[in-house]
């Protein structure tokens, strides 16, 4: 039994299969916020009155390079797939809208490459004795 109409299944409309995984990657990258944000914020806070050189001694740790990497991929992903819900549901022009979504994917890109290259410098600024 299909829900489909009949002029729905001579035309081949429905479903595109895409809104499924859109959900669940926006759900998982959610979950997997939660932990960063709170160790990220726990870390920020423990060093709170620090100085620069113990910041980035904090951000040269392995273990802290690579949180702050996932962190910064994970909420620029989250984002982008959030603010493109929002143009796909308020925007409805179709040329605006494929301008917003493309302009919005291009920005999370380079604003996370840009925090990450912000950090793996840092990081191996540090163990190179730079």
Same mark, same amino acid.
């Given at each position: 039994? $299909?829900? /489909?109409?009949?002029?729905? &299944?001579? #035309?081949?409309? +429905?479903?595109? &299969?895409? *809104?499924?995984?859109? @959900?669940?990657?926006? /759900?998982?990258? =959610?979950?997997? !916020?939660? %932990? !960063?944000? !709170? @160790?990220?914020?726990? +870390?920020?806070? +423990?060093?709170? *009155?620090?100085?620069?050189? =113990?910041? /980035? *001694?904090?951000?040269?740790? %392995? ?11 994970? =909420? ?20 605006? &809208? ?11 890109? =380079? ?6 290259? $912000?950090?793996? &410098?840092?990081?191996? #600024?540090?163990?190179? *004795?730079?």
């Amino acid at each position: 039994m $299909s829900l /489909r109409s009949d002029l729905g &299944k001579v #035309r081949g409309l +429905g479903s595109a &299969k895409e *809104g499924v995984a859109h @959900w669940w990657a926006q /759900r998982l990258t =959610a979950i997997a !916020l939660v %932990p !960063l944000v !709170l @160790w990220f914020v726990a +870390g920020i806070a +423990g060093m709170a *009155g620090a100085d620069l050189a =113990a910041v /980035r *001694g904090w951000i040269a740790n %392995p273990v802290t390079a690579v949180l702050l990497v996932l962190l910064i991929g994970t =909420a620029f992903h989250h984002a982008q797939l959030g603010l493109q819900v929002v143009i796909e549901d308020y925007v409805h022009s179709e040329g605006c &809208k494929l301008a917003g979504i493309i302009l919005i994917k291009f920005l999370a890109v =380079a604003l996370a490459a840009a925090g990450i290259f $912000s950090v793996l &410098k840092i990081a191996f #600024r540090a163990t190179l *004795g730079g």
